[in-house]
């Protein structure tokens, strides 16, 4: 009897101690999943192999993914990017505006692929708080290459995180160019991105993402933003392309209406019956700077190269 008791209590008390591991282990895959985003399968490993260390199992998940990312990435790089988003971020004086590309549109459409539109914005918006200037407007292009080299303060390259994402997505994918904005004095941002979200309050700090995007520079009589005849502005500018603002007595408009290139004499677009100058002189606005992408756009360092490239198959 007293051996059967002794029994009974030695099989509760083990019991108890493999619900309390068991728990344990439940906590740390709940956390680690929670923290990293990995799947349960690869997390379970991680614990496992790093005596459910949250933190080692953590860093070795990071590295794995790494690696299995970079492989990925050198394996699909031949594959062609055409489709992808634009995303513009504007927050107070400064302002950024990055293209994406990625092969379908299924992916472009990805909550995933939105999040690192958003990731690369911001670092590059961040750049711009490392420049320092006098005058009243500032910008700064990077291409492919540049970008891919920026440091990220969660640690690598973006050369590093866009390999992640491939690794997480399954296919190719690249961050292609990116402009950004910083004005001083008297001159504001206003950016769009199209198509836009309907019912926003205001993109102040917020990533808009679309096929298309504009920035514009501008200055303004009035202490109280106006933002739908920003957002028109920025409108009329991504969906007519001007080539430049335009100056009146210098710029003469166009004998055909649809050839406007100079945005002050273009039929505004919200409202036929007036030009985008009138517009602005209504609003006691002054566009001082814009610029427009258009995802997958031929740019002229693509022109560029391509010439380069025939001369040098003729040769």
Known sequence: MLLHKSFVHAFHTTRKLCTAGAG????????LRKKTGYTFANCKKALALHNNDVTQAEKWLHEQAQSLGWSKATKLSDRVTT???????????????????????????????????????????????LTEFDGDLWKLGFDSEALKNLETPQGGSLADHLALLIGAMGENASIRRALCFKVNNDLRLAGYAHPAPTNVSTTQNITQVG?????????????????????????????????????????????????????????????ADKTVGEVLKEN???????????????????????????QQNSN
């Open 24 to 31: 344990l282990e439940k906590s740390a895959l709940s956390a």
């Open 83 to 129: 489709q992808g988003l634009v995303g513009i971020l504007v927050s107070g004086n400064r302002g950024s505006m990055v293209e994406l590309n990625c092969e379908t549109d299924f992916v472009a459409r990805n909550d995933t692929f939105k999040r690192f539109v958003d990731h690369v914005s911001r670092i590059v918006l961040h750049y711009t708080d």
């Open 211 to 271: 096929k298309y995007g504009a920035i514009v520079a501008f200055r303004s009589q009035h202490d109280v933003d106006d933002h739908e005849i920003q957002k028109g502005i920025c409108q009329q500018i991504v969906g007519m392309k001007p080539l430049k603002v335009g100056e009146y007595g210098k710029d003469v408009p166009a004998e055909n209406k649809d050839d406007e290139t100079c945005l002050i004499h273009q039929e505004y677009l919200l409202d």
């Open 284 to 310: 006691a606005i002054e566009i001082v700077d814009y610029h427009r992408f258009e995802c997958g756009e031929r740019t002229q360092r693509d022109i560029k190269e391509i010439i380069r490239a025939q």
